[in-house]
């Protein structure tokens, strides 16, 4: 099963080879990684959807927290979330095409960011399987490239996400003390 | 006020309580070096390897609990400080590494001796720095030092370029740290110490596996008081040996691969298992699937990561293992088990796991009964890695809380030698003796001169078989005896090696001569070198192979070559209550 992880980091040099080297050392999948500001300055949030059953988004969870940087992991695949990915493809598109690409771009409401006299550039945003099947439908014009940013993604309401804990089972979750 | 980076370096140790530096210069790291001598409080020991300032700076921690620093210049400075990181980092020791780095505007131009070693280092150790400017100095070593001691200790580097250390800022140093990710629990929750005092009432067969945390939170006290008023035998990983008396009723001594019979049977038949600030690592649990499958598991820890790692456990812990200790003493409710301490007891009538086999050759177990009981069990023992090691685990008794240091989860070869210096200089009034092989010996044994050259009277007993002892058992088991890579053709003389460190030198070569050599070594007023000439045919037992579980336990070697059964009894009558 996917899990939608989302950590609160410190926006420092090395992060996020600290991260990737965690999840590489650890043979944790990712299957894709977000990463940019959050609206505290020096901290950055990162989108993280891991592949694996809940130990080992426990175990994930657990490796993250021990590096000094993170601050805080919430796990969003139990709580009612929204989550979002943008996707720029690089279509083929000739006279003859060219609408029936521009249909398919009204359909699934996304947007055309470049035109050339052989291609499109088409702008989409939505969940993973929305993106996937706009790239199905475009498949049999020819797809010269692809680019995903992997899913980003945020609770609904006021609450800022479960915030998994530190320890295992009930443990108190912030302590300061040496 | 305003200062150095250097300056700063320095200044951040003495407000830090470093005594100790374990190092060796390099033009990178030079302006530091070139700082020390305003720092005369600060003592430097310059060592002959990078690998041994880690080493020394690990076992200092490891003996008395405190931090020291292991400082090396950039690049091969860095790089061979790597295994002693790594060590550090998987037993739970720890220490702060200053490196030299190149300077600023010469990083990632591949300049010389230039090595990434924050990149080097960042799986190895617990976390660790490249300082770009001086007045960020005295931040980071207050963070380092604090991160290195608390929560789970582990190794801490910072790297500082050659430019950082000559350039000027303002000096402050801060009141305290400020990481919002870092935050160790330390106080178990009460809910989970109650479930685990619940468990422990309902439970007729428990066992309490005492792991290097006792150690590290110093929870001796508390562990005995558990383990007497509930009345729960105790297994000591390789790493918790010392932390539980060794002559206690209630000891049982080592599980696992190498351990006695009777701990990893116990383990099988307990219906629940305690861990103590241990981490099921591979050697002691074998198979997993097959490891202690009647019992509930209870496993206490202050790193959260390393529950429910390998083993299932049914109640978690998170903290001080010293503080989930004493509220737990609290809750636990006065038991015996007296069937079951008699089943255990019938265990070990039935597998003589320390019985040695009479050869009438020099073998390293006989060295080291003799040695125990010369020393009393009150030695600081620290081995190497190989069969002398597990020898030493089995048949050394310890008397004395944190009396035995030995690299566990790495298995690094050569610690022998830098972890005695690195324990005599943390506890300069301790007997130390080096249990060593003769395959580590060789790797770090450069050493030798700087513990003469600082009368660091540390004693090494050298078990001399001419092979990579535990490899070559490998080989003789699992490999039909095809003995490849593994013989020391031609070893130095040990005793002339000795002599030219200037340090005494004595070789023994029958069982007669042994206590005899142990007693002038430790009459010797400085370090001494016993080499014990040993027989190379003896292999570990009991044996579990990798892999395996307790099913699969090879208790004796099945009839060792030209020696007759009849031949075979203890050499020392079973000693105490153990
Ligand atoms: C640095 C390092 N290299 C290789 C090994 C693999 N290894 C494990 S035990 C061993 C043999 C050790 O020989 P020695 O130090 O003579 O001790 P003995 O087993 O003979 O008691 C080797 C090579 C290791 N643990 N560490």
Redesign the interface.
Known sequence: MKHTLVAL??DK??VL??IA?MFR?RGFNIASLAVGQSEQPGLSRMTFVVDGDS?IV??VT??M???????RVSDLSTEETVSRELALIKVRATAQTRSEIMQLVDIFRAGIVDVSPDSLVIEVTGDEDKITSLTKLLKPFGIRELMRTGRVAMTRGGAGGQER????????S????? | MRMTGAQMVCESLLREGVEVVFGIPGGAILPLYQTMPQYPQIRHILVRHEESAAMAADAYFRASGKLSVAMATSGPGATNLVTGLACAMMDSSAFVAITGQVSRAAIGKDAFQETDT??VT??VT??NY?VMRAGDIPRVMMEAF??A??GRPGPVLVDIPKDVFIEQDEFEYPESVD???????????P??IRKAARLIKESQRPVILAGHGVTLSQAFQELKELAEKAQIPVITTLLGVSSFPGNHILNLGMPGMHGVAWSSLAIDRADLLISLGARFDDRVTGRVSAFAPRAKVVHVDV???V???NVK?H?????DLRRVLRSLNREVEAATHTEWLAEIEQLRRDHPSLHIRDTGNLTQQYVIRKLWELTEGKALVVTGVGQHQMWAAQHYQFLNPNSFITSGGLGAMGFEVPAAMGAKVARPDALVWSIAGDGGFQMTMAELATMAEHKLSVKFALMDNRFLGMVRQWQDLFYKRAFYATEYTRSPDFVKLADAFGILGLRVTERSQVAEAIQEAMAYDGPALVDFVVDPEENVYPMIPPGESTHELIEAPKEAKGVPATRRRDILPPEGDF
């Open positions: 980091v410190q040099p090395g080879n600290r080297a050392r130990t426990e175990q657990k490796q927290y021990k590096l000094i940087d993170v601050i804990g530190r320890g295992n089972g009930a443990t108190p912030k302590e300061t003390e040496a | 924050t990149g960042l799986p617990k976390h490249l604090y991160i001691r608390t990481l919002p990710g870092y935050k160790p629990t330390l106080h178990g929750h809910t989970q790193d959260p990561a529950i429910g790692m456990t109640v978690p812990i998170v903290g």
